[in-house]
């Protein structure tokens, strides 16, 4: 079946510090990857759609210039988090559609001490 | 109010158990459904999507209601490794409709 890589799996790094995540499509090209955040017992909530490309489309209350994604190729989509804070600590998780349903990468833990 | 919402539970119950989660969703126009599984610290998995004419997959059961906008999972015979948390999702109306997530019905089965 599809399968969505994502690394880092957890990174830890100090306040400032710029972070980038990868969401790789292993065995499928994906021209829309979705990325998602999701804070502790809270639900996912889409940040914004990678479209391969093109800029991506963010969701309302998402700083594009503070979360950078750059969808260069079909195989995969980078998410960097600019001069990283505490309240950016979160769990981001990215997705790929094919068909139905998305198929879901491992997720990165990121903490901002 | 929220576009997805069901009960966060917990819900607590002993192996063997029956145990019904509710979700309701806001837009209408909203056009698949799911249920998905989330283990704890990792990325969610799909359990079933959801059919207006509800649909069964071995221990759960899902229906939808489009009049009422109201989506349910039952698990029969619960097992431990049914603990989780299951996500209602909801997709909207176009192709590339975005996936909004309830909060997650947090289920704990115990011995």
């Known amino acids: 079946g599809a399968v969505v890589s994502q690394h880092p799996s957890w990174v830890i790094c100090k306040s400032g510090t710029s972070v980038k995540i990868e969401c790789r499509s292993l065995?499928?090209?994906?021209?829309?990857m979705f990325w998602y955040r999701q804070f502790p017992k809270q639900s996912l909530m889409l940040m914004a759609t990678s479209n391969e490309g093109s800029k991506a489309t963010y969701e309302q209350g998402v700083e594009k210039d503070k979360f950078l994604i750059n969808h260069a190729s079909l195989t995969l989509s980078t998410l960097t988090v600019t001069s990283a804070h505490p309240e950016d600590s979160s769990f981001y998780i990215c997705s790929a559609r094919v068909d139905q349903p998305q198929h879901f990468g491992d997720g990165t833990r990121l903490s901002i001490l | 109010r929220k576009e997805v919402e069901q009960d966060p539970g917990p819900f607590n119950v002993p192996e063997g158990a029956t145990v019904a989660f509710n979700c309701t969703y806001s837009n209408s126009a909203s056009q698949s459904f799911f249920w998905y599984r989330q283990d704890c610290r990792k990325e969610p998995k799909l359990l079933m999507s959801v059919y207006s004419s509800g649909n069964e997959d071995g221990r759960f059961t899902a229906q939808l209601n489009r009049a009422s906008q109201y989506i349910s999972l039952l698990i029969r015979d619960s097992k431990l490794s049914d603990s989780a948390t299951y996500l209602c999702?909801?997709?909207?109306?176009?192709?590339?409709?975005?996936?909004?997530f309830g909060q997650g019905t947090i289920l704990t089965v115990h011995p």
């Open positions: 065995d499928f090209q994906a021209t829309t």
């Open positions: 999702v909801v997709k909207g109306g176009t192709s590339y409709g975005k996936l909004t």
